[in-house]
């Protein structure tokens, strides 16, 4: 994905790297970790570039599961194969799954205190503002984008609008949307490769 001439980024030294950073990824993260994924995975370690980032986001939204395992399991493939995959995805889930069983055991004491209610909802509010402060980053890597900049806007602008105000479901705001936008795409890369 590194275009000719663009420096090339560091790797993760072996599989143990990856376990480490996305075990990292998934006990930093609360209600997502693509805000967290992005900041380490682009700017704290350099293994993308935004562009790489941002291309991987896109495909592992189409492709089932969260996004942020699929880009572990891309990520993984990428420098180790199927061995890194592995690696990345036990990052993932490994010891988040001991901490929410944990937690799971000792949920019915005090799910319904006020200060844990409080607590769930200040870390959705926090988890909403890491996703929008994600995407004022990457806003820049639109530049680039086959469409334009003002195009993909008016994109993520109908499909707020379709998912938050009208509330259609999002089976088909993804297959209408998504797919007038890969139409789009295509038709605009046919033209600048002829």
Not at 139 to 146: D, Q, S
Not at 169 to 182: A, E, S, T
């Amino acid at each position: 994905m590194t275009a000719p001439g663009e420096a090339l980024h560091p790797a993760p030294a072996g599989p143990w790297d990856l376990f480490l950073a996305f075990n990292r990824l998934a006990l930093q993260g609360f209600g997502g970790v693509l805000a967290v994924a992005q900041r380490e995975l682009v700017e704290r370690l350099g293994w993308l570039s935004k562009q790489d980032f941002i291309e991987m986001l896109a495909v592992a939204q189409v492709m089932p599961g969260p996004n942020i395992v699929n880009i572990s399991l891309m990520i993984g493939d990428r420098f180790f194969g199927l061995r890194g995959a592995f690696a990345a995805l036990a990052g993932m889930f490994v010891v988040p799954c001991l901490i929410v069983l944990g937690l799971t055991a000792l949920a019915g004491q005090w799910l319904h205190t006020p200060w844990v209610q409080g607590a769930l909802r200040g870390m959705g509010a926090v988890s909403a503002g890491l996703i929008l402060a994600t995407g004022v980053k990457l806003l820049g890597t639109l530049k680039k984008h086959p469409l334009g900049r003002p195009a993909a806007l008016a994109f993520a602008a109908l499909a707020f609008g379709a998912i938050a105000l009208l509330r259609w479901p999002l089976v088909w705001i993804v297959l209408g949307l998504g797919g007038l936008g890969m139409a789009l795409v295509y038709r605009r890369l046919d033209r600048t490769e002829h």
